[in-house]
């Protein structure tokens, strides 16, 4: 059993069922990034058809977020306990049972009918993912050593940018041309693909030395984070106060209390605290959650603006949203090459920073602006988007010893996606407050005071085009004007708040990730 002392700095290799030759390992690369490129084309699809599901379903701003965070939520709950199956069943095999859950959801998420029903379909989506998340990763660090994992994640980090810059154009076509179901109608193929791929050239590898899963840690995890989301996301409705929402918020601690207990007692944890004791390991959650609740998180709100507040379509909305997947694209490549060459830590912290700076761009909006006041702001974001994720890919997996590379992957996976759920759920929540407060502001002492309440509630779900259809023609200029007035009061917060997210994240990253704390892999 490895010890406290020994964590971080093992380099034993694991028994494994059969080590993937120099043939075997590119195609194993391959595989991996096909599966990663479905996974982050479905996130960037998703969040530009937002509106389409909204209007097609008659889908609240509430069931907005759910269509995002139940499926970051599943990721986040599943991902610590399917990296440890996948050290215990065999990687390669739970791969292939993540591609097939994430294909058939996915055409169950395009045949919905209902909010309720896309949700469901969407938290499914998030089993399949959670399982693909937290085996990619482990499946490259297996498969390659050396300056080979370099290129490796490379490869991948760059791939994971070319999907982050096609998906809103890609998506935006789909929703303007066809309809929002071919967003998740097109993961079929692509998961066929995959499929094929891993089943004829990936070979399998696993921990002989795994334990069972934890699945006491599992279900108080899980209920911990259900109880977080939903009371962050009811708070953006009922207000913080409500009673339910401080019951939540109680229970969440309770249980985040309670699972690090069941952690820091039981022999075989999936969560394994010891490992917070390297700084690097835990400057490398941060930033993956930092970076999911700023940045990744504001997109939802963006797409909101340029489709709902500035009329542009999702395909208009997609060819401006690729000013920040661009970057990504550029700059994600470069960024991978780098990362064998400097420390990690002078890529991720100023990353952040980048970020951050970004989001402070990006404010300032008013009732007459347009789009291009975004264009600044975008730009530093992609590039230092583009910048974080091919080093922070290997930081997840550097640290530790191979064997242990599922948990490692696992852990750092989640804190992206519950960055993602919570920074939704809170960005929503304050993003909801604001927007009715602004409202009311604008149209006091105005002949649109008596509606400020209807007005707030159909700019958050999307129904300001049927209040515009039933207001007076005499209103409507002044209507307007407080719509598009509130809805960038709201978006001014956020995006500070957003910001405020990334560069503590960044300042943490930059102060904790140390180059000592990586574990050699010497080429076999």
Not at 92 to 117: E, K
Not at 270 to 284: A, H, I, K, Q, S
Not at 389 to 399: C, E, Q, Y
Request: with cysteine; aromatic share 8%; hydrophobic share 55%.
């Amino acid at each position: 059993m490895t010890t406290p002392s020994q964590i971080g700095a093992a380099t034993s290799e694991p028994v494994e069922a059969s080590r993937p030759g120099s043939d075997r390992k590119w195609w194993t690369l391959a595989a991996v990034c096909l599966g990663t490129f479905m996974l982050l084309l479905d996130i960037t699809i998703v969040n530009v058809a937002l509106p389409a599901i909204q209007a097609s379903l008659a889908a609240s701003f509430s069931d907005l977020q759910w269509v995002i965070d139940a499926y970051a939520l599943t990721l986040a709950a599943l991902l610590l306990t399917t990296g440890s199956l996948a050290d215990l069943f065999g990687r390669r095999r739970l791969y292939l049972a993540g591609l097939a859950i994430f294909t058939a959801s996915s055409a169950l998420c395009g045949a919905a009918q209902s909010p309720v029903m896309l949700e469901l379909s969407r938290g499914l989506q998030g089993i399949g993912g959670a399982i693909m998340f937290a085996v990619s990763l482990a499946l490259l660090a297996d498969a390659f050593r050396g300056k080979e994992r370099g290129v490796a994640f490379g490869v991948w980090g760059a791939l994971a940018g070319v999907a982050v810059a096609v998906g809103p154009i890609v998506g935006g076509a789909l929703v303007s041309g066809i309809s929002w179901r071919w967003i998740f109608y097109v993961n079929l193929p692509i998961g066929v693909i995959a499929l094929a791929l891993t089943v004829l050239k990936v070979a399998e590898s696993r921990d002989e030395h795994a334990r069972r899963p934890d699945w006491p840690g599992f279900v108080v995890f899980t209920a911990a984070l259900t109880c977080l989301i939903y009371a962050l996301i009811e708070s953006g409705r009922s207000g913080f106060t409500a009673t339910p929402v401080i019951t939540c918020f109680a229970a969440a601690a309770v249980l985040l209390i309670a699972f690090v207990l069941i952690e820091a007692r039981i022999s075989h944890p999936m969560f394994d605290l010891r490992l917070f004791r390297l700084p690097t390991f835990v400057g490398g959650d941060i930033a993956a959650f930092g970076l999911s609740a700023g940045i990744f998180s504001m997109l939802l709100f963006l797409v909101l603006y340029l489709q709902d507040v500035l009329g542009y379509s999702a395909l208009q909305t997609g060819l401006r949203l690729i000013v920040i997947s661009g970057g990504v694209l550029v700059v994600g490549g470069v960024a991978g090459r780098l990362s064998t060459k400097v420390p990690v830590r002078l890529l991720i912290g100023p990353g952040l920073v980048l970020t951050g700076a970004g989001l402070l761009l990006m404010r300032g909006l008013t009732a007459t602006s347009t789009w291009t006041h975004l264009v600044p702001g975008m730009i530093l974001a992609g590039i230092g988007i583009g910048l974080i994720n091919p080093p922070l890919a290997s930081t997840a997996v550097g640290v530790v010893e191979p064997r242990r590379a599922g948990m490692a992957s696992g852990i750092n996976s989640t804190f992206r996606q519950v960055g993602i759920a919570t920074g939704i759920a809170l960005l929503g929540a304050l993003f909801a407050n604001r927007l009715t407060s602004a409202v009311g502001t604008l149209t006091a002492r105005t002949p649109l005071a008596a509606r400020s309440a209807a007005i707030s509630a159909a700019l958050r779900d999307g129904g300001a085009s049927r209040l515009f259809a039933t207001a007076p023609p005499g209103q409507r200029g002044l209507l307007a004007e407080v719509a598009r007035g509130s809805f960038t009061t709201a978006l001014n917060e956020i995006l500070l708040i957003a910001a405020i997210i990334s560069f503590a994240a960044g300042v943490l990253a930059f102060a904790l990730i140390r180059s000592k704390d990586f574990v050699s892999h010497p080429q076999p």
